[in-house]
């Protein structure tokens, strides 16, 4: 075989490399699908009255998340196995998501509290302390109707000396209608609104039984 004809198929062999080469980097990915909570209709409540007297400010530290739910897989649990759910993710991070509903909340159903968000510089002599321990879809067996379930710690803080003016625990559990993802997201949906309306609800009266100190 000579030299002209041998080349000739190495640059076929070449070019059909790298087309598949190309055709792979071009390949789509399996797709997924975006999803939120905490600002649909579902979740919304009616306004509250409008406050009588100033709203008392507390601030809101950065809100803390297991790790494992953080981010922005729905984090799924059958028994001891964990898993996230198939073709499915939310649009921003959980906490931030959870961290934009709680902050609606107060602003749409606080009767006496003007909470500061953790991105504002001002600070007050009230802090809340929020730490979510669990942020899951729940499953009693593998296929079965799973709940939304969230577990929430409060506390209420008072500077300068840190003290614990009052602390809850919340636990809420809404069950989805069905095994898919999106009556799952649907019920995330209403337990983040349920939770978040008892922390507004809690915050408020902890903080209007805190006495304001005296300025020095």
């Known amino acids: 075989m000579n030299r002209a004809l041998i080349l000739k198929r190495v640059a076929v062999i070449a070019a059909a490399a790298g ?3 190309g055709c792979a980097l071009l390949s789509t990915p399996d797709p997924v699908q975006m999803y939120r909570f905490g600002a649909s209709e579902a979740g919304m409540q009616a306004a509250p009255p409008a406050p009588t007297g100033a709203l008392r400010p507390v601030s809101m530290r950065r809100i803390e998340f297991s790790e494992a739910a953080r981010g922005d897989r729905i ?3 059958t ?7 198939g073709g499915a993710r939310w649009v921003s991070p959980a906490d931030q998501l959870f961290t934009e509903a709680l902050l609606g909340a107060f602003s749409d159903q606080s009767r006496n509290t003007r909470l500061i968000g953790p991105r504002e510089f001002s600070r007050s002599a009230l802090s809340l302390d929020i730490d ?11 296929g079965a109707v799973p709940v939304a379930h969230i577990v929430a710690r409060a506390r209420l803080l008072q500077f300068p000396d840190r003290e614990v003016v009052d602390e809850r625990l919340f636990n809420v559990s809404v069950p989805a209608s069905d095994n898919r993802v999106s009556a ?4 995330f949906d209403a337990a983040s609104a349920d939770v978040s309306a008892q922390i507004v609800d809690w ?3 902890a903080a209007a039984n805190t006495p304001v100190p005296e300025s020095n």
Request: without cysteine; hydrophobic residues 55%.
């Open 75 to 77: 984090l799924a649990i």
């Open 184 to 187: 799952i997201v649907a019920a």
């Open 132 to 142: 979510v321990r669990s942020f899951e879809a729940r499953y009693a067996y593998e």
């Open 79 to 85: 028994g001891t196995e964990a898993a996230y759910l």
């Open 203 to 205: 915050t408020d009266a």
């Open 19 to 21: 087309l598949t080469a």
